[in-house]
């Protein structure tokens, strides 16, 4: 199967793609809206089941509806693909701020991240099959619905259809360098609950045991843990406490998150983390403290250098340079090398700005990038993958 033939169908298929984009992205779809997140899932099931692909839709009573397509082949391996149909923004960003392009930028709320990578997953097995035989067993994909806010949903989904996978490429936008993932942190969430003892602040302050102070000392703390351990980086985020000017605060709430590229890093910073609320500086003041293990590390191995590797040389058949990177932000990649299968990420068409009002995909990477996926998928299909 030539790169050629992939991207010659692509052109014909760009102002489709480009329409497809500025439907979806028109959709009011922030996580917690599930009527929205169910409108851009009930566009997907339509489009698949035209495709001919099995479809299965997974209910979640509150958030969005999880859309799971089949596609059958002819070869001997199976794939993921993930997408997610979620966004940051809330009801009524998609009118106040419409898609529109600027030179070669398509800017839009949900473009990058990640309504162009959903499209690209779409369009690169259409193209595959244009084509030629389709050279995998089965590409399964996935469109979830929660990414945004920590794939508390459809993790075991996730993870159970993972290990099932030889591979999976999950099609977050491409850097704005037109670097893809290779690479990602691992981010464990703390919360430390502060408790003093309140008091009159003009009358008997002396009685009082202040826990903001308390939770002063702790932010102190918890910052000088950055540079501690190489690449693991800590930040409190939000912080809390009090009730009036001449009361002296009997509780105060720190969040704080801790990232790192390995296991081992983030529970090297646990142990520091759980030392320090362990040692108040006011006295008489406790803490108690509470872990939620998010995203595991998306660490570089083997797998995921092969992967790169299959990546970059399809990339200099295209002409263009492609490197894999690492970056401090999770995705549901990292679900699925919590889970011990080899995957690769950003492999949607370029773009950046994500969450922001400036969010942009550039015209210009679409046919290349989404060519990309579609012969790496095929390439996957008929060489393998070492595991991770």
């Known amino acids: 199967m030539l790169t ?18 500025r439907l979806l992205s028109g959709i009011d779809c922030g996580t917690h809206s599930k009527h929205g997140v169910d409108r851009v899932g009930a566009w997907v099931l339509a489009r698949c089941a035209a495709n001919g692909w099995a479809t299965h839709v997974h ?45 070669d930028s398509l800017l839009g709320p949900g ?62 936008a491409a850097r704005a360098t037109g670097a893809i ?69 009997e509780a105060a709430t720190i969040q704080v998150e801790a990232r790192a590229f390995e296991p081992e890093g983030l529970r090297a910073i646990d142990a520091r983390i759980r030392d320090i609320a362990a040692t108040p500086t006011v006295p008489d003041t406790t803490i108690e403290l509470s872990v939620r293990k998010g995203f595991p590390p998306m660490p570089r191995t083997p797998a995921t250098a092969q992967l790169a590797a299959m990546a970059a040389g399809i990339a200099a058949e295209l002409g263009f340079p492609l490197d894999a990177v690492s970056t401090g932000g999770a995705s549901d990649a990292s679900l699925v090398a919590g889970a011990g299968v080899p995957v690769l990420d950003g492999l949607g068409p370029i773009g950046g700005d994500d969450h922001s009002p400036r969010e942009w995909i550039a015209v210009s990477s679409i046919v290349p990038r989404v060519t990309l996926l579609a012969a790496l998928i095929a390439r996957i299909a008929v060489e393998g993958v070492v595991s991770a």
């Not at 799971?68 to 809330?90: F, K, N, Q, S, W």
């Open 4 to 21: 050629s033939d992939l991207s010659t169908y692509l052109s014909t298929r760009l102002d489709a793609y480009i329409a497809d984009l």
């Open 59 to 103: 209910p979640r009573p509150k958030g969005g509806d999880i859309v799971e397509a089949t596609i059958p082949g002819d070869g001997r391996r199976r794939l993921l693909l993930l997408a997610h149909m979620d966004t940051v923004y809330p009801d009524g960003v998609a009118a106040a701020r419409p898609v529109r392009i600027d030179g």
């Open 111 to 172: 473009t990058a991240d990640m309504k162009a990578g959903l499209l690209a997953g779409i369009y690169a097995l259409e193209a595959l099959r244009a084509v030629g035989p389709l050279p995998f067993a089965e590409v399964v994909y996935l469109f979830t619905a929660d990414e945004e806010t920590g794939s508390v949903e459809s993790r075991a989904l996730i993870e159970e259809t993972a290990r099932a996978c030889d591979a999976a490429l999950v099609l977050e």
């Open 181 to 249: 993932v290779g690479a990602r942190k691992g981010v464990w969430e703390y919360e430390l609950r502060v408790q003093g003892r309140s008091a009159h602040a003009g009358v008997e302050p002396e009685k009082g045991r202040n826990a903001l102070l308390e939770m002063a000392y702790q932010i102190v703390a918890l910052q000088g843990l950055n540079g501690v351990i190489p690449a693991v980086t800590v930040n409190v985020g939000v912080a809390g406490g009090g009730t009036a000017t001449n009361v002296v605060p």
